[in-house]
């Protein structure tokens, strides 16, 4: 045997049925602190629980759901919380995936392009190495970014003299590291 409903209780149900705003406004009185706290247990953030509350009593409010008996309807209310608290853990668990994976590939691409970009100086300085002298320290200083009259100022010799040491450093740079001088151009002299 069912338990029987009183009549305040058909009453509040039937008012729920034909969408009376009062009841709507008596149902979210009744049960939104007992409804907040059952969806802060699930979860543990007090504005997402207070806004799944908010959208249950929407959800009541815009279907077309009959209820049958006082707990029905109460049971419902906890049933469409608990189903929204699911659906938010579940959105926030793929939240929080593509969150882990966007960061653990940025560190890995960041972590290659740091491992490149020191291999890269390494060729270069190693290649810059077997320079002739002054050749050598031409280059030196243009990859300091000085202008080729402070080079020529500083070295004491012509602005014409540091282009041809340049061009020179430039050439036998490209022989020795092949593509790899091409990418040094690429990533740091654009």
């Known amino acids: 045997m069912g338990v029987r409903m009183n009549d305040t209780e058909k009453d509040f149900v039937h008012r729920i049925n034909v969408k009376e705003e009062a009841a709507f406004h008596d149902l979210f009185t009744r049960f939104r602190n007992y409804l907040v706290l059952f ?4 979860i543990e953030q007090l504005d997402v629980a207070e806004d799944i509350v908010q959208e249950t009593f929407i959800t009541i409010w815009e279907n077309e759901r009959m209820f049958n008996s006082y707990q029905g309807l109460k049971a419902y209310l906890y049933e ?63 990859l300091e970014g000085k202008k080729n009259a402070e080079i020529a100022e500083i070295l004491g010799i012509s602005v014409l003299t540091v282009k041809s040491h340049k061009q020179n450093a430039i050439h036998v740079l490209k022989e020795k590291m092949g593509n790899l001088f091409l990418l040094y151009v690429y990533i740091y002299e654009t």
């Open 39 to 42: 969806a802060m247990r699930r």
């Open 80 to 142: 469409l919380v608990q189903n929204k608290c699911t659906n938010y853990l579940k959105h926030r668990q793929v939240e929080d995936k593509y969150a882990s994976y966007v960061k653990t590939t940025r560190e890995e691409t960041e972590g290659d392009y740091n491992l490149m970009q020191e291999e890269i100086y390494r060729e270069l300085y190693m290649a810059i190495r077997e320079l002739p002298e002054k050749c050598q320290r031409v280059f030196e200083l243009h």
